[in-house]
């Protein structure tokens, strides 16, 4: 969700990532060797704009900044956008990344962006044949080589403007300089806001920001917390990481398997249980506590590899791709709803509302509309606790 109030929803399916218009999705980028993206918001204080920031397991980290409008018509070195709204006003840069894409061609600009028109705009777009409503968006940013040469970035995460990148393979966690999150730098002192360099006892497995914290947690046991401490003399700063009280596997398996939850950071432990990490009234060292042990025996059999957990309206969703199964913890009760047979692959709120990627196949669902699947019935079953009514072999009815 940008600040300029636009909710852009992506998607990976093969070895492309797409972006959700005019309820259709689009090829943003294509030909990824890894898809196993982690995303994570930041502003951009010179463009005045937000970004959304990504890894996907290579040394590089990318930027969008959701910018996508409509063809109307083009000259030599100009392109004009539909509508009166001017370019910047739809989110397109005005200083950075002049890049636009019109059906698989970039073309540069040097001006106009303030307008309707961009000018300078290279190569020339007229022989192309775009027709009015042609989507057009802008060029994605890859920086390469950062937050270091060669290190793998497979997590990503923000607090304060600040960027944390980890690698599931190294023990250090990135952590950028205020306002530029290409720059992790760690002079000596370190002033207030510069980049550091946090060594863990384990990889990361994932970042998650809560109040002033960023959460780390980290090998197949161990939980973090970041703490900064003032110089005497307010100028300069250090940011340490504390290691929490936990269990032998009590870490996340993995950071789609993280959520903020209100006051809580929710996730699935390798043993496997599903636990919350928060602070309880009167007690201000966070806590780990247990939501699953009621259902133990089931959690046990369940496969959450390359499973996501998403909170939506005081529920908890929990989506298991190699089991196609969707499980539900009501929050607010405090009690887990029947599984769901679902191809449940990942989870979005897209336009205030839950839906479904398709683990196997390029398709979205909204859930929970209706009670039919596409017209077709919904099958289930019901299950009660053993009841006899004086005979296991009197037959047991009931009515709607």
Do not use: C
Not at 12 to 30: C, G, M, P, T
Not at 39 to 59: A, H, P, Q
Not at 258 to 271: C, L, P, Q, R, S
Request: no cysteine; charged share 15%; proline share 4%.
């Amino acid at each position: 969700i940008t600040n300029l109030g636009k909710q852009i929803a992506l998607r990976s399916y093969d070895d492309e990532l797409e972006f959700l218009f005019n309820n259709i999705w689009y090829r943003l980028v294509a030909s990824w060797t890894n898809v196993d993206f982690n995303f994570t918001n930041y502003y951009d204080t010179t463009e005045k704009l937000d970004l959304i920031l990504f890894v996907v397991g290579d040394s590089n980290i990318y930027a969008w900044n959701g910018a996508v409008t409509t063809f109307a018509s083009a000259t030599t070195n100009t392109i004009t956008k539909q509508g009166t709204t001017f370019w910047t006003e739809e989110g397109f840069f005005a200083s950075s990344n002049r890049t636009i894409i019109i059906g698989g061609t970039e073309y540069a600009y040097t001006g106009g962006q303030g307008t309707t028109t961009l000018t300078g705009v290279t190569p020339d777009p007229t022989g192309a044949g775009y027709v009015a409503g042609d989507v057009i968006f802008q060029k994605m940013i890859t920086n390469t080589n950062k937050p270091a040469s060669g290190l793998t970035n497979d997590l990503i995460s923000t607090l304060n403007n600040q960027v944390y990148v980890g690698s599931l393979v190294t023990n250090q966690i990135y952590v950028s300089k205020v306002n530029d999150y290409v720059t992790s730098t760690q002079p000596t002192p370190r002033l207030v806001g510069e980049g550091a360099l946090l060594t863990l006892d384990a990889a990361p497995t994932a970042l998650v920001p809560q109040e002033e914290f960023m959460y780390i947690s980290a090998g197949k046991s161990f939980w973090y917390q970041t703490k900064l401490a003032l110089s005497t003399d307010l100028l300069n700063e250090t940011l340490s990481v504390i290691r929490l009280k936990s269990g032998t596997q009590q870490a996340a398996q993995s950071q789609s398997m993280v959520e903020n939850v209100k006051n809580y950071v929710m996730f699935i432990t390798n043993e496997p249980t599903m636990d919350y990490l928060g602070r309880i009234e009167n007690i201000n060292t966070p806590q780990n506590l247990p939501l699953s042990d009621s259902i133990k025996t089931d959690f046990d059999s369940y496969d959450f590899t390359s499973g996501h957990i998403k909170f939506y309206k005081n529920n908890v969703y929990i989506a298991l791709p190699n089991q196609s199964l969707l499980l539900i913890y009501n929050f607010q009760k405090g009690f887990w709803e029947p599984p769901q047979v679902l191809p449940a692959g990942r989870l979005a709120i897209i336009a205030d509302i839950l839906y479904l990627h398709n683990n196997k196949v390029p398709e979205t669902y909204k859930l929970f509309d209706g009670y039919n699947d596409n017209a077709h019935a919904i099958e289930a079953v019901a299950r009660f606790s053993y009841e006899n009514y004086g005979t296991r072999t009197e037959k047991k009815t009931f009515t709607d």
